[in-house]
């Protein structure tokens, strides 16, 4: 019998090396380094199209201070009523079995599949129906500050609900259990397990929900339309300036936009890592 | 005591059917079967985390055969130990008390009572990321005695431990044992194990339970 360990076919003469890993390193930082360049050559052109003076104007326009003070209210606004409804939509759909749970999840996607502008005209008809008059008596909401929010929350919640569920699908529902054979219902075990532990969860959902809704401006644009210091909010003032062919303020507006979220992402991001820390 | 009467239960294309045993109380039961035969399904039967589709489940004298897990009175330490990872090993062992609504002061004296047992008072302020494989046994053993169950079902507790923690171990569940009489349902495949603890040596083998 052939001993186990000389077989035909091995050449012993010349020792094994395995290829190098070299290729495969430079490939994906060649296939990712496009990609950055790209994101970091449109902020460079933008940058080299101002002048100073382009900054001075817009940080001294009553408009633009309110369309930025607006943008970061309603987003945070938005971001925060976004982690209200996904964290229990996204617990649902990650623990519980049911009957037409595939159709929630695909009614789940349609703001993400929709383009903006059919969401700001379904909401517009949605405020124009019975239900919708009903409660425009109590509070204004088309064409009014709520109507932004509204805008920027139904989209921001679907991609905040897609991260809260694959949030709870990472956390072991094994610990939920053992919690229950110490004496939880689920909503303790929701509250003293479950919850706690999606903490880092529900930061990249709050921020991704905020990021989204502090850039929504086609469903803004619809629903609440472009009223200069009244719904007036950083991409609608891109838009107004761009319409009156006011390129550099315009640009200058966009570029005050990235430093703003990038200065809300760097400090909330801190913060939640220094909290998961704790 | 746990009697389990004429069980049937799925877990997928799984099945057990109609099994019975009994443990009587105190006792320290060991069930034995090889890998995928249905140990840890029946388990998780017993503590209420899987539906049964037939016959019946007491625990203590009681019918538990429709009680949810939490009322079971179960303290149960799955394979995985199922640590909570944002909790301190104070609050593990706190966790079923604080349920119940204990004064502080009690809750405070288990905490000692218990740690003491275990051997793990230097741990208390640590969270699960920082413990061995032994340490984070004696945890999970900790929370599942805390409220002081009428019955302990452990799965496969010593598997995942070295030689030297599964004696510490084996030890510990002798100790725990002998303190507190409680009526226990272990999962092994090690037959060392079943010498040194078992009052009963049960096979789940061929979808049936038998007694050695």
């Known amino acids: 019998?052939?001993?186990?360990?000389?077989?035909?076919?091995?050449?012993?003469?010349?020792?094994?090396?395995?290829?190098?890993?070299?290729?495969?390193?430079?490939?994906l930082c060649l296939l990712g380094g496009v990609y950055v360049a790209l994101i970091l050559g449109m902020l460079l052109a933008d940058a080299a199209y101002l002048h100073p003076s382009d900054f001075v104007q817009i940080f001294q326009s009553p408009e633009i201070r309110y369309a930025t003070r607006l943008s970061l209210i309603s987003s945070s606004l938005a971001a925060l009523l976004s982690l209200w409804v996904a964290v229990p939509i996204g617990y649902l759909l990650s623990r519980f079995k049911f009957r037409g749970k595939s159709l929630l999840d695909a009614v789940l996607d349609i703001p993400i599949?929709?383009?903006?502008?059919?969401?700001?005209?379904?909401?517009?008809?949605?405020?124009?129906?019975?239900?919708?008059?009903a409660v425009e008596k109590v509070i204004p909401i088309t064409y009014a500050i709520p109507s932004i929010i509204i805008a920027q929350f139904v989209v921001a919640c679907a991609f905040a609900v897609r991260t809260m569920?694959?949030?709870?699908?990472?956390?072991?529902?094994?610990?939920?259990?053992?919690?229950?054979?110490?004496?939880?219902?689920?909503?303790?075990?929701?509250?003293?397990?479950?919850?706690?532990?999606?903490?880092?969860?529900?930061?990249?959902?709050?921020?991704?929900?905020?990021?989204?809704?502090?850039?929504e401006f086609g469903p803004i644009l619809i629903f609440s339309g472009a009223t200069r210091m009244r719904t007036e909010v950083l991409p609608t003032s891109v838009f107004l300036e761009m319409s009156i062919g006011n390129i550099e303020g315009a640009v200058a507006v966009s570029m005050l936009m990235i430093a703003v979220a990038v200065v809300v992402l760097v400090v909330v991001r801190g913060w939640g890592a220094k909290e998961m820390l704790r | 005591m746990i009697k389990v009467d004429q069980v049937t239960v799925h877990a997928g294309d799984f099945e057990l059917t109609d099994i019975s045993f009994e443990v009587p109380t105190g006792d320290y039961c060991m069930l034995m079967g090889r890998s995928g035969c249905g140990k840890t399904t029946l388990l998780e039967s017993i503590c209420g985390l899987r539906k049964i589709s037939a016959g019946r489940i007491f625990l203590m004298g009681q019918e538990v055969t429709h009680e949810r897990a939490a009322n079971r009175g179960i303290g149960f330490v799955p394979q995985d130990l199922a640590l909570f990872p944002t909790m301190t090993v104070r609050e593990h062992l706190a966790f079923a008390l604080t349920l119940r609504k204990t004064e502080k002061k009690t809750i405070d004296r288990r905490v000692a009572e218990l740690s003491e047992l275990l051997d793990i008072v230097d741990l208390l302020d640590r969270k699960p990321a920082g413990l061995s494989g032994g340490e984070s046994q004696r945890v999970a053993l900790g929370r599942a005695l805390s409220a002081a169950p009428g019955i302990l079902c452990l799965d496969e507790p010593l598997s995942s431990l070295d030689a030297e923690a599964r004696q510490e171990i084996c030890d510990l569940l002798r100790r725990i044992k002998q303190e507190t009489h409680v009526t226990t349902l272990h999962i092994t495949h090690n037959n060392l194990e079943t010498e040194v603890l078992a009052d009963q040596l049960l096979r789940l083998e061929g979808g049936a339970v038998r007694l050695l």
């Open chain 1, 1 to 27: 019998m052939m001993p186990l360990m000389e077989f035909n076919g091995l050449n012993k003469q010349k020792p094994y090396r395995a290829p190098s890993d070299v290729p495969f390193v430079i490939g």
């Open chain 1, 113 to 133: 599949v929709l383009p903006p502008l059919v969401i700001g005209l379904s909401l517009l008809i949605l405020f124009q129906t019975g239900l919708g008059r």
């Open chain 1, 165 to 215: 569920r694959s949030t709870f699908d990472q956390i072991d529902s094994r610990r939920e259990d053992v919690a229950c054979t110490l004496g939880c219902s689920r909503s303790q075990a929701f509250w003293r397990v479950a919850f706690p532990e999606a903490r880092r969860g529900m930061l990249t959902a709050g921020t991704l929900a905020w990021a989204r809704s502090f850039g």
